[in-house]
């Protein structure tokens, strides 16, 4: 079933510690995003990949960072991790293109992050 | 000011009534806008895409967009206990040929059997 594909699930992490995100898409969609997912804050995207080997910062970068190496995979890294980016995280992605401007975005399944 | 805002309910309409969601924008050169459900728990799924101005349907969903009072509506005719979720609404603003999503914080909306 063509979708992403994020991993791990959930996670506790310990202050401090560096972690990453896997997020894999399999629908050759050019653009990839990371939200992360805050109870009364919505969706505030942290970083984003219009095409593979290039990113650009988003509405809350800081502390987090990604690569593109190719069109596939776009993981999340947090360097070192604070509780106040605990939190559910989604990647996304979509079509780019005229053609493209009512699909939207297809998310992944989330990764639910508990830094303690 | 956020760029995307909702009224974060919650919402509540009785079963078989029409639930009305609304949703405001400030930046006029948005150019797309989504409607995504989101059950507790899980991932947003795409209900509704807008682009011009007027009224969409499909189904029970109807997208409504006025551009020139920056405003996108949905409304769902008959509602169930099924259509019981967190609703988000998003605008798009297109750089080259790639698009970026602004999401408001969206309504919780219960329907009551």
């Known amino acids: 079933i063509a979708g992403i594909t994020q991993a791990p699930t959930s996670q506790i992490l310990a202050a401090g510690r560096r972690m990453t995100l896997r997020c894999t898409q399999d629908m050759r969609h050019n653009a990839m995003y990371w939200y992360r997912q805050d109870l009364g804050l919505g969706l505030r995207l942290i970083h984003y990949?219009?095409?593979?080997?290039?990113?650009g910062k988003g509405e809350v970068p800081d502390g987090y960072s990604v690569s593109r190496a190719n069109t596939d995979d776009f993981p999340l890294t947090l360097a070192s991790a604070v509780p106040s980016q605990t939190s559910v995280y989604f990647c996304a992605s979509s079509a780019t293109g005229t053609g493209a401007r009512l699909n939207g975005y297809t998310f992944g399944s989330g990764t639910r992050l508990t830094v303690v | 000011q956020k760029e995307v805002e909702q009224n974060s309910g919650p919402l509540s309409v009785p079963e078989g009534a029409i639930a009305s969601l609304n949703c405001t924008y400030s930046?006029?050169?948005?150019?797309?806008f989504f409607w995504y459900r989101q059950y507790s728990g899980k991932s947003p799924e795409l209900i509704m895409s807008?682009?011009?101005?007027g009224d969409k349907e499909d189904g029970r969903f109807t997208a409504q967009l006025n551009k020139a009072s920056q405003y996108v509506s949905l409304l769902i005719r008959d509602s169930q206990p099924s259509d019981s979720a967190t609703y988000l609404c998003?605008?798009?603003?297109?750089?080259?040929?790639?698009?970026?999503?602004?999401f408001g914080s969206g309504t919780q909306l219960t329907v009551l059997p």
């Open positions: 930046d006029r050169g948005s150019q797309s």
């Open positions: 807008i682009y011009s101005n």
């Open positions: 998003a605008a798009s603003v297109s750089s080259g040929s790639a698009r970026q999503l602004t």
């Open positions: 990949s219009n095409t593979a080997g290039t990113t």
